[in-house]
């Protein structure tokens, strides 16, 4: 042994979303000149800064090093202790490897959030909402859910389940039946507000508005068609009962005829007969060398051309392509603690590439629960709207909002408007697929390292903002907050469940060099 350690304090408690510094003090107990390196090992290491990173003692001197903990204000940082360590490598006598441990507490923060799927619903006798429960927090979560009008009590509820526990990062479904204590039977549909509430000891409830349209048991069109069949069947009965059919004798006609036989017959006339169709004009030129006088035949309609125009989502049959390249450059750098390290063709949907995309999908899907359904969109191992939304997004993993300035120009440009143009797009033309085919490319330059091109956010870039929000019935602020960046780390798309369809003539391009 030829350090010594001690960390100060050795243990200490941080609040998620901030940072708290601890102090390693390293002394060279040995006789020669040694240089140190420092390694943050366990759990919290993604949340540790050690600075500086290598310290150099003669023998007998002490060095300090601080290490920083920043943990996210997520999910991820679980409350309470947790064990941490800091490896210290000799540079002279590697053998001599330690490791100094500590502990740290994160504290407990809460972080609801509801919303009802669909937030209007209809129905004659009853409507059935859901409501969506999200933990965003870092403790689990006990509530109870309740329901009440904004009116005058015109619904009666029906909630199951009533009470809900909900880890950390996870969801909860709750199924609503909403029952109107009087039938409408005739007459125009009624909007009727209620609300939900989650409901926790210690904190005020949280409102959840919703909208129920209650219909008319006989609606308007259905009166209007019942009387226009009543009124012709009264009318068709008073016809058949006043109609008299005439009567007809055989007497005038046989006198008539007897009368005729009398008089001398007249030669019938004979009518000049019509040829039932023109002759057809002869198709022959004559002997002179004219034409026949026959009508052009109209030339023939040419047919579209046909493009060929791959489908959504993305599978194994597919040529290898840019996209399938992006994912593969994702993987490999890690996106939801999936990677992709086997070896693999660039820019093709093959075996390894599908393991390590299905691993996403499926983590993601675990992390955010009934909100996340990357597999059921696009299917596993398929690359569709929603995973490369997802895919996309998972470069903003630690951000809890991106800013943009107009008059700024800023690397993460190029990122946001992919991850907005698959989100919003349920259909791809020409426009579409050149602007992500060009953030594609600068993305896959930045995962390689080579670097991130700066642009500065358009007009058009908030204006897509404001659209994607508009999906989730989100107030359309045009900014990258918080609730929208969720949403696209979650795959939400433009349609969901729909494949989406591809215009672009260009479709699939080709993978990078």
Known sequence: MTTWTSLEPASTT??????????????????????????????????????????????????????????????????????????????????TTTVAEGNITFTTFMEVRAELVPQTVKGRFRGRPKLAVDNLGNTALTASIGGGDKTSGDLSYEIFPSNVQIQPGRAAFVDATLKPRQITWVGQKQERPYELSVRRSGFEP???????????????????????????????????????????????????????????????????????????????????????GGEEKPEEEKEEEKVERGPLPITSEDKPNLFVQFAQARLVVGAGGCKLTAAHTVGKLDDATQKALKCFQESNDSKYGAFSQLGKNDGLGNLGRSTMTALLASHFVAAKTVPLDADVASPEVPWVRNVLLWGTQAEIDDGDLA???????????????????????????????????????????????????????????????????????????????
């Open 435 to 513: 602007i992500t085919v060009a953030c594609t490319k600068a993305n896959i330059d930045y995962l390689r390292g080579q670097g991130q091109l700066k642009e500065k956010p358009s007009k058009g870039l908030f204006n897509r903002i404001k659209e994607y929000q508009g999906l989730f019935v989100a107030e359309k602020t045009g900014a990258m907050d918080e609730t929208t960046l969720n949403k696209t780390k979650l795959g939400w798309i433009n349609g969901q469940d729909a494949p989406g369809t591809v215009v672009a003539k260009d479709w699939l391009p080709a993978p990078m060099d």
């Open 206 to 292: 949280l409102p959840v508005n919703g909208t129920y349209v209650q219909r008319s048991l006989l609606p308007l069109w259905m009166m209007t068609t019942l009387s226009l069949l009543l009124a012709l069947t009264i009318t068709g009965l008073v016809l058949w009962f006043t109609y008299k059919a005439p009567v007809r004798t055989l007497a005038q006609p046989k006198m008539e005829q007897a009368a005729a036989a009398a008089l001398p017959e007249e030669p019938p006339e004979q009518p000049t007969q019509k040829p039932t169709q023109d002759p057809e004009p002869s198709e022959e030129p004559d002997a002179s060398g004219g034409g026949g």
């Open 14 to 95: 941080v609040d998620p979303g901030s940072s708290t510094t601890v102090r390693l003090r390293l002394r060279n107990t040995g006789d020669v000149v040694d240089e140190y390196r420092f390694e943050p090992v366990g759990d919290v290491a993604p949340y540790v800064s050690v600075e500086p990173p290598s310290i150099r003692l003669f023998p007998g001197t002490t060095g300090i090093v601080e290490l920083t903990f920043a943990p996210p204000r997520t999910p991820d940082a679980t409350a309470g202790p947790h064990p941490y360590g800091v490896r210290i490598l000799p540079t002279e006598h590697p053998e």
